[in-house]
C-alpha cells in the first residue's frame, strides 16, 4: 500500500512539473532563461522512475508522458540552432502531446506551444529573408526573387501539411464510422443466429416430444392389432369345433 502511494504521488508530482514545463514554453524567454532545461532533465529522471515502478500508470498515459518530454526535449535543441530556417523544419519534425495534460485545458498545451513556436519559427524566417533593410537592399534581383521563392516554397510545404493532416483526419474519422457499421453489423447478425439457434432448439424439442407421442401410438395401434388377430383365431378355432360337433362327419 506504501508503493502504491509513492507511485502516485510521483505521478502527481510528474504532472504538476510537465504543466509547469508547458507554461514556461508558452511564455517568450531570453536566452538567460535555464528553468525549463532543468525542468526537462527532472521530468525525464521521473519518467524512468515512473516506468520502473510497481503500481505505474498505463501503457497508453506513459506513451503520452514520453511524447509530451520528447517533444520538450525536441523544442529546446530546436531553440539552440542558429538560423530561423533550421528552427522552422526542426519545428516540423516535432510531435505535441494529443491529451490536456490538466483538467481544465480544452486543448493540449503542447499543441499550443507548437503552435505559436511554428508561427514565432515563421516570422523569423521571413524577418531574415525579406525584412532585412541593410541586407535586402544590397541583393542582387535574383537572390531576393530566390528569398521570395524560398518563401512560398515553405508556404506551399505548410499548406501540404495541413491539407495531409485534414485528409488522415477525415481518413480516421470514415474509419471510425466504417468500423462502427461492421459492428453493428456484426451484432445483427449475432443476434439472428442466436435467436436462429434459440429457434432450432424449440424445433428439435418439439419433434422430439412428437416423435415420442409417435412411438406410443405406433405401440397401441400395434396391441389393438395383435388382440384383434388373437380374437378371430379364437372364434375361428371355437367355430370349427363347433361346426365338427353339430354336423358330424357323414359315412
Request: overall charge positive; charged content about 25%.
Amino acid at each position: 500500500m506504501a508503493s502504491s502511494n509513492m507511485a502516485s504521488r510521483l505521478e502527481i508530482n510528474f504532472i504538476r512539473l510537465l504543466s509547469r514545463c508547458e507554461s514556461i514554453a508558452s511564455e517568450k524567454r531570453g536566452e538567460t532563461e535555464w528553468r525549463l532545461e532543468k525542468y526537462v532533465g527532472a521530468l525525464e529522471e521521473m519518467l524512468v522512475a515512473l516506468r520502473k515502478s510497481p503500481s505505474k500508470p498505463t501503457p497508453e498515459v506513459l506513451t503520452e508522458y514520453t511524447r509530451k518530454v520528447d517533444f520538450l526535449k525536441g523544442l529546446l535543441e530546436a531553440e539552440k540552432l542558429s538560423s530561423p530556417t533550421e528552427k522552422a523544419l526542426a519545428n516540423q519534425f516535432l510531435a505535441p502531446g494529443r491529451t490536456p495534460t490538466i483538467a481544465n485545458e480544452r486543448m493540449p498545451a503542447t499543441k499550443t506551444v507548437h503552435m505559436q513556436t511554428k508561427a514565432r519559427c515563421t516570422g523569423e524566417m521571413r524577418d531574415e529573408l525579406l525584412d532585412r533593410p541593410t541586407v535586402c537592399r544590397g541583393l542582387p534581383l535574383d537572390e531576393r526573387q530566390s528569398a521570395a521563392e524560398l518563401d512560398a516554397v515553405l508556404q506551399h510545404h505548410h499548406n501540404l501539411q495541413e491539407k495531409l493532416a485534414e485528409d488522415m483526419l477525415n481518413l480516421a474519422r470514415n474509419l471510425k464510422n466504417n468500423t462502427m457499421a461492421a459492428q453493428n453489423i456484426i451484432r445483427q447478425d449475432n443476434q439472428t443466429l442466436s435467436h436462429s439457434m434459440r429457434q432450432a432448439d424449440l424445433n428439435f424439442e418439439k419433434l422430439k416430444t412428437e416423435s415420442e407421442r409417435l412411438e406410443q401410438h405406433t405401440k397401441k395401434s400395434v396391441n389393438w392389432l395383435l388382440w384383434l388377430m388373437l380374437i378371430l383365431v379364437s372364434f375361428t378355432f371355437i367355430s370349427m369345433i363347433l361346426f365338427i360337433r353339430i354336423f358330424p362327419r357323414l359315412r
